[in-house]
């Protein structure tokens, strides 16, 4: 068994979808394939549930848009529009009608995930339906049915023990001996004990590859992206980059969570802990040999990385008193950020003063820095970047913060990173 993840932009459009269905024709492997929803929904069903939640009178509007996309996806893949997936798309879309039919009474979080995670459902369906209909034949499986979660909507935790049971369960029995077997399942979506629908994360979808790989002892995971391979910057940013053939667990981990955008920062650890071998390939190319990522330590330093995030806030954080940042201003300080969910990207303390960086969430920052202000003085940074450099050399430095403010900078033996305007 492989275990293969395609994200948005792979299913992006009718052709993307043909493209996914000439991929897997290339496998004579047992496949489970994990796939995100197509191109931009996510961002459009959150427009969905904003409205819904805000009462703007605009939903029924944005929810139209999707299924418009939709379709028109499904009229380039199916030429009679009797075919059975229009009614399964539509029964599926009434899904979310139901969820909107009454004024918002539940949190936010549960109905952003019982709304968001409707776009991976629909673009299954509609890829294992093309696949069937061009001789490629397939199982589409509701992964809700396997990934259980706790009750941390949008960002749940897994239950590793009961997932692995069910995926062994109710996926390798799908197995058959003497044919090749495809499923096809989600992305980012789980499931509570209650059944409720879960989300994994923002681009969670790499980590369902990681988690049904672990539970499935899969020979391996190919995540195929329109880049070919795993870069050592990303090219938005930078000239010149370089792909990075083969680097370790350790070093893709220390990349993911740095912010390095090709692979969700949890995806490593369930491979790494089963020896499960990843591959990062290009979609565009597919018979390319992609990146490598498993134990092999050999090549991690020979090139230089670098991860680039902007738009960030700088807090800087002191005692009114100007007495010293203690261990218990510490603890009472990062259970604020924690209570607010406001991630922090990097961390500095001295004497009299704490400084972070932190993702510019005027919502969730407004609310934190309320909090912080009743006890310590709060100054603030807005539009400050972020560069970490793998494996830097001082010439490196130089050359990347030319013209730039350096607000802090953070130096260990393999990595800098530097907060910067």
Known sequence: MKVFKFGGASVKNADAVKNVGKIISLFNDDLTVVISAMDKTTNALEKVVESYMNNDGKVVE???????????????????????????????FVEIEWEIEESPERPYDYVYDQIVSIGEVISTKIVSAYLNSIGINNN??????????DNTHRDARIDWDITEKLAQ????????????TIIITQGFIGSSSENFTTTLGREGSDFSAGILAYCLNAENVTIWKDVPGMLN????FFNDTKKLNNISYREAIELAYYGASVIHPKTIKPLQNKNIPLYVKSFVNPNEPGTLINENTAEDSLIPSYIFKKNLVLISISVRDYSFIMEDHL????????????????????AISFSVCVDNNPQKLTNLM????????????????????????????????????????????????????
Do not use: C
């Not at 944005?62 to 075919?83: A, R």
């Not at 799908?174 to 090749?180: A, G, H, T």
């Not at 910057?233 to 938005?236: E, F, G, N, R, Y």
């Open 370 to 421: 309320t909090a912080l202000g009743e006890k310590y003085k709060v100054k603030y940074n807005e539009n400050v970047e972020l560069l970490t450099i793998r494996h830097y050399d001082e010439e490196t430095i130089t050359k990347t913060t030319a013209n730039k403010e350096i607000l802090l900078i953070q130096k260990s033996r393999n990595s800098v990173r530097m907060a910067m305007k």
């Open 140 to 149: 589409w499986f509701d992964i809700r049915n396997v990934i259980r979660t």
């Open 169 to 180: 369960e109710q996926l390798l029995k799908k197995l058959n001996p003497n044919s090749k």
């Open 331 to 350: 603890s009472h300080i990062f259970g604020l950020f924690s209570s607010f969910g406001v991630r922090i990207h990097l961390m500095q303390n001295s």
């Open 62 to 92: 944005h929810l139209q848009e999707v299924k418009d996309f939709h379709h028109n996806i499904m009229n380039q893949l199916f030429d009679n529009t009797n075919h059975p997936i229009y009614e399964d798309i539509h029964n599926t």
């Open 233 to 236: 910057a990303d090219p938005k």
